[in-house]
């Protein structure tokens, strides 16, 4: 059973820095494609960043890109989202999530539940 537990969210001032963990079992991820998604209330859930697990190609949105760093560590099967000069705007739920190789269109197969950023002016 695939799990994935996403950890280090929390309260930050703009201008601060945060980094969450993603934590993935259950499964070899060797060909996943990772990534981080957000939502924030009353908004669509978006993109933020994604990693090729095996490769680590990435690939970030426009409105994170150059403050935020996705990474991953083999060994601890963990994925990393390192956010950097942090905006109000970048307050949301965070999820991690997989998606396996074939898988139709934009759509990941396996989701964790989630960790608040929130980020105060």
């Known amino acids: 059973q695939v799990q994935m537990v996403e950890s280090g969210g929390g309260l930050a001032q703009a201008g601060g820095s945060l980094r969450l963990s993603c934590a993935a079992s259950g499964h070899s991820f060797s060909s996943f494609l990772m990534g981080w998604f957000r939502q924030a209330p009353g908004k669509e859930r978006e993109f933020v960043a994604a990693?090729?697990?095996?490769?680590?190609?990435?690939y970030y949105a426009d409105s994170v890109k150059g403050r935020f760093t996705i990474s991953r560590d083999n060994a601890k099967n963990t994925l990393y989202l390192q956010m950097n000069s942090l905006k109000p705007e970048d307050t949301a739920a965070y999820y991690c999530?997989?998606?396996?190789?074939?898988?139709?269109?934009?759509?990941?197969?396996?989701w964790g539940q989630g960790t608040q950023v929130t980020v105060s002016s």
């Open positions: 990693i090729y697990w095996s490769g680590g190609t990435t």
């Open positions: 999530a997989a998606r396996a190789p074939g898988t139709v269109g934009d759509k990941y197969d396996y």
